[in-house]
């Protein structure tokens, strides 16, 4: 079982930037493939980025590719979501996800867990 904790949504203007960042506990951290998830009322969960087990590979949404960073530090457990340019459109609430089966995945299917999700509201 692993467990997800996130942390680092918030209220802020167009233009800015947040970090997310999501601790994970219960198995090895250097096994898991890891993403991040977002989500509007009404509409499916859609990919923002994910990072393989090594940090060698990522993916990210057409959406986000050179606004925001995935990245991970296996010392500490944690992956982390540096947003940047922020716009109205990125308001979600966003989830961080894992998987042990996959060492790299962009497919929302082969998550096995995930986190409560932390709201990012981005204001115009």
């Known amino acids: 079982q692993v467990q997800l904790v996130e942390s680092g949504g918030g209220l802020v203007q167009a233009g800015d930037s947040l970090r997310l960042s999501c601790v994970a506990s219960g198995r090895t951290f250097s096994r898991l493939a890891m993403g991040w998830f977002r989500q509007v009322p009404g509409k499916e969960r859609d990919l923002v980025a994910t990072?393989?087990?090594?940090?060698?590979?990522?993916d990210y949404a057409d959406s986000v590719k050179g606004r925001f960073t995935i990245s991970r530090d296996n010392a500490k457990n944690t992956v982390n979501l540096q947003m940047n340019s922020l716009k109205p459109e990125d308001t979600a609430v966003y989830y961080c996800?894992?998987?042990?089966?996959?060492?790299?995945?962009?497919?929302?299917?082969?998550?096995?867990?995930w986190g409560q999700g932390t709201q990012v509201t981005v204001s115009s």
């Open positions: 990072i393989s087990w090594s940090g060698g590979n990522t």
């Open positions: 996800a894992a998987t042990l089966t996959i060492s790299y995945s962009a497919t929302i299917k082969d998550y096995d867990y």
